[in-house]
């Protein structure tokens, strides 16, 4: 080894101190990500390794792009210019970098087996990978640089047992983009990165752990667990503020009148008053309709509502905080909830095939949404009526739709 100058120490005592500190004063740092843009386009992915370039200005796909199997999510820069789109089919390993302004893909990596969902950072600076399946019997975690879309770091996590199905599922940052929270679905694992010094620590959970949420002011991690059948499903909120990362609270979902039971994502509403939390069924199953609202607070259950939907998967905010769309697995319903009344607006059947995802104009004017029978649908946000049908030519297209930087992806920027 050859010897240490004097830049390598002082570099080498300032991050073994600032890790120090971290550990001493927890995890809740709290910093407002970069500068958020809104896109004008709708990048509408699909399962079929297409990305379909849809511009709002006139409702037109202006580009096809070629994706990789399985590319149903992905995640945008905050400044718009970039997506990064994971392939998550089997025997996927690559994550396809689209260029937004040129419309084109810039570069393609590969980063471990079958990437399932990179997330940017709040700073725009890098992104997180996990992996929807074991490389070299390990859990990976790939690190990109968004500055040049290089491989930053790869890390590569042991797990004791045999997977009992996909291996991860989704992530999140702290608000000052230095940790990056993911999931371990084979030892049923938190796993908290410091990118300060690459340190993994990891973090029991009650039971398989789906969806990691950190919480407005920074200093819960609020994560989501399917459930079984010992432990029922819900949230186990994990303190930021303390270096153990200690579970504080435990939260059920009530599960009233529902056949068929497994939590899928939380998020909280965009004024942070309530975490909802919906019940899909598992594997095939995908009868749940339960949406649950807790308070972030008491840590109490506040209300809960039944979908017309089934299989009740995800909550997308309204841009101003006032409504919510619950979109599903199970069939081609989407129910609208009106936050303020904590009540079901409308129920409205859309599209031929499952509802998938949803993004909003920054007015929060309309919405499009993304259904499995290809086509992309723009809904009016005051009549609750779609106005305009976008079809791709492509079924399997009930994949994410993206426009705007977010953390937690049916949560908007704050702020």
Same mark, same amino acid.
């Given at each position: 080894?050859? $010897? ?39 990048? =509408? ?44 089919? %089997? ?5 396809? +970098? ?5 419309? /084109?893909?810039?570069? !393609? ?5 079958? *990437? ?15 992996? @929807? ?17 290089? #491989?930053?770091? !790869?890390?590569? #996590? ?5 997977? $009992? ?7 999140? @940052? ?23 010094? @690459?340190?993994?620590?990891? =973090? ?38 303390? *270096?153990?990362?200690? +579970?504080?609270?435990?939260? %059920?979902?009530?599960?009233?009148? %529902? ?27 995908? /009868? ?9 607070? &008491? ?37 609208? #909830? ?43 946000? /005051? ?8 079809? &791709? ?15 937690? =992806?049916?949560?908007? *920027?704050?702020?």
């Amino acid at each position: 080894m050859g $010897k240490l100058n004097r830049r390598d120490v002082i570099k080498g005592l300032g991050m073994a101190a600032a890790s120090l500190a971290a550990a001493q004063r927890g995890l809740q740092a709290r910093a407002a990500p970069s500068r958020i843009v809104w896109s004008p386009y709708v990048v =509408f992915l699909n399962a079929n390794a297409k990305a379909f370039i849809v511009d709002t200005r006139t409702d037109q796909v202006v580009a096809s792009l070629d994706t990789a199997r399985g590319a149903t999510l992905g995640s945008m820069t905050p400044d718009a210019k970039k997506v990064y789109v994971s392939g998550a089919g %089997e025997g996927e390993t690559r994550v396809v +970098i689209l260029d937004l302004e040129n419309l /084109r893909v810039a570069k !393609v990596l590969e980063t471990g087996n079958r *990437p399932k969902h990179g997330l940017v950072s709040p700073d725009g600076r890098r992104v997180g990978v996990d992996h @929807w399946a074991l490389s070299g019997g390990k859990l990976r975690l790939t690190f990109i640089r968004t500055e040049d879309d290089t #491989i930053e770091k !790869v890390l590569d #996590i042991p797990v004791t047992n045999q997977p $009992k199905g996909v291996t991860s599922m989704h992530n999140a @940052w702290s608000w000052d983009s230095r940790y990056f929270f993911s999931v371990d679905r084979v030892d049923d694992r938190l796993v908290v990165v410091d990118t300060a010094d @690459w340190s993994v620590r990891t =973090f029991s959970a009650p039971s398989v752990p789906h969806y990691p949420v950190v919480s407005p002011d920074g200093k819960e991690l609020w994560l989501v667990h399917e459930g079984n059948d010992r432990v029922r499903p819900g949230i186990a909120v994990y303190d930021l503020t303390r *270096p153990d990362l200690p +579970i504080v609270a435990q939260v %059920e979902m009530p599960l009233i009148g %529902e056949d068929a039971v497994e939590a899928h994502h939380g998020n909280f509403t965009q004024d942070g008053r309530y975490f909802m939390a919906l019940n899909r069924g598992p594997g095939n199953n995908l /009868r749940g309709r339960e949406v649950a609202f807790f308070s972030p607070r &008491t840590k109490r259950l506040v209300h809960r509502l039944t979908c017309a939907s089934t299989g009740v998967g995800h909550a997308y905010n309204s841009p101003d905080g006032r409504r919510v769309i619950a979109t599903n697995y199970g069939n081609n319903v989407i129910t609208v #909830i009106d936050l303020l009344g904590l009540r079901t607006l409308k129920d409205l059947v859309i599209g031929k095939g499952r509802m998938g995802h949803v993004v909003f104009t920054p007015d929060g004017r309309f919405a499009y949404l993304s259904n499995a029978d290809g086509n992309l649908y723009k809904l009016d946000m /005051r009549s609750l009526t779609v106005v305009k049908v976008i079809e &791709t030519g492509q079924t399997n297209g009930g994949g994410q739709v993206l426009n705007v930087w977010t953390n937690v =992806f049916e949560e908007l *920027p704050r702020g």
